[in-house]
């Protein structure tokens, strides 16, 4: 495929785009917000020119970028955050808001991209992980505006997805100044793709370096005292849907032989997330279910202590994952029992939580793969290897607090990643002349 075919495919299916941002919109209310931002027609009059624009996909994204722009601002870099997901535009808002406007990026149409950048007009543009939309690099090469791919990752189911585009994809590359790869396996395969080795730095995972939020370990700590510290509490961190039959049935395989063991799930999408009913409850309505075992997160008060009989809480808010994995003594991490790719596994180990995962990691492979080498992960395939996980170190207090530590260890012996890449991007897109002159016409006009 050519640019121009890609891009005059992109125009024809605007109209499919429109029905699929109001598809969205009827799924999910949230999706509603904004919806101008994502034709180019957003409010930036608050944004400083000249900003570096800094674009994450969803909550995962904007996470692994956090060290980096924690790191950004002690230089006192102007800074513009985009992501594609209502999620994620809060775990941005709520970390940031104060002092950097996020709003939600352009979708990867010509003019939408053009209006877009008429009124940002950024010095540069780091694009998190893997966020390669060919109209989006096309128009900032053309603009001259230098562009760095961060935390960047390319599986090799990826890198096949785009060679099916032939040169389509190196052609927009070309103007890609840094790529700061997670692993030299990403940076190989960004090679083959046409990108010249020296643009390409092995700059290690920035997740590695993410801090933890002392407030939410409080209040996780908190939490704890409510439960009780005499339950076995575990974590469905970021679950699926899809998971969701196979952690119930491991939650109930567990309770026969502890009574009082206590699930907290913490679904991926809350708002459209629905707790399986069991069998024996299959036709009561929703509300008895919860009130036999099931309690809402948002009705938990801290001045009450968790009832017995509740042996399931459903997390229905947004950015308290920590307070909850605080709380707990194990955390099954989801979207690895479902054909998703997994989530980040990180969060829990930085808490020295033992960490259960399902076979499919494709996201995290190198995360995986370093916290199974050094015991901090147990794989799990099914319900019932869940549970048996779950009971095992239930039953070993030392092997638990082992499991946990060795988690927390590799963590702490892998950080370094956001000075590695401030020094690639030091030495490539913010040492250019055209960085440096927006950057220097910009504070002339403040």
């Known amino acids: ?34 919806v101008g931002e994502r034709w180019g027609r957003g409010d930036y009059r608050s944004v400083t020119q000249g900003s ?9 994204e904007v996470r692994a970028a956090q060290p980096l722009i924690d790191r950004l601002r002690e230089e006192h ?103 700061a790869a997670q692993t030299e396996a990403d940076g190989e395969r960004y090679r083959k793709m046409g990108v010249p080795h020296q643009r390409i730095h092995v700059t290690g995972n920035l997740k590695f370096d993410q801090s933890i939020n002392d407030h939410q370990i409080r209040l996780g700590r908190v939490l704890r005292s409510q439960i009780g510290r005499d339950r076995p509490v575990w974590v469905a961190a970021s679950l699926r849907q899809a998971e969701a039959p196979i952690v119930r049935e491991a939650h109930e395989l567990l309770r026969a032989r502890y009574p009082n063991a206590l699930l907290i799930a913490v679904p991926r999408h809350p708002g459209q997330f629905m707790w399986p009913a069991t069998e024996a409850h299959a036709h009561d ?7 036999r075992h099931l309690l809402i997160a948002s009705e938990l008060h801290d001045d009450e202590p968790l009832a017995p009989v509740t042996s399931v809480v459903i997390a229905d808010t947004y950015g308290e ?13 989801g979207g690895t029992l479902t054909p998703v790719g997994g989530h980040n596994p990180l969060e829990p180990a930085s808490l020295a939580k033992p960490i259960l995962m399902g076979p499919d990691v494709t996201n995290f492979r190198q995360i995986d793969g370093f916290l199974g080498e050094c015991g901090g992960r147990i794989r799990v395939h099914s319900a019932t290897e869940l549970s048996d996980a779950l009971m095992s170190l239930f039953r070993d207090s030392h092997h638990l607090a082992e499991v946990g530590e060795n988690a927390r260890r590799l963590v702490e012996e892998h950080g370094g990643a956001t000075e590695r ?24 006009t403040r």
């Open 1 to 34: 495929m050519t640019v121009t075919s890609y891009q005059l495919l992109s125009r024809l299916l605007r109209p499919l785009v429109h029905a699929y941002l109001s598809w969205l919109g009827r799924k999910d209310p949230a999706y509603r917000r904004g």
């Open 52 to 60: 570096i624009w800094i674009h994450a996909a969803s909550v995962g």
């Open 77 to 179: 870099l102007p800074l513009f955050i985009t992501t594609n997901t209502p999620t994620g535009r809060q775990t941005a808002e709520d970390r940031y808001g104060a002092d950097i406007v996020v709003r939600f990026p352009p979708l990867d149409v010509p003019d939408a991209i053009e209006r877009f950048l008429d009124k940002l007009r950024p010095s540069a543009v780091l694009f998190v992980e893997l966020e390669l939309w060919p109209n989006r690099l096309i128009a900032l090469a053309r603009r001259n505006i230098p562009v760095a791919l961060v935390n960047a990752r390319l599986s090799q189911t990826s890198f096949r997805r785009y060679a099916r585009f032939g040169r389509l994809m190196s052609q927009c590359l070309e103007g890609v100044a840094c790529i």
């Open 285 to 291: 309505s929703e509300r008895s279910v919860r009130d």
């Open 321 to 333: 994952m920590i307070r909850f994995l605080s709380a707990a003594d194990i955390a099954f991490v």
């Open 421 to 444: 890449t401030m020094g690639a991007l030091q030495g490539t897109i913010f040492a250019d002349q055209r960085f440096l002159t927006v950057v220097s016409d910009s504070q002339k």
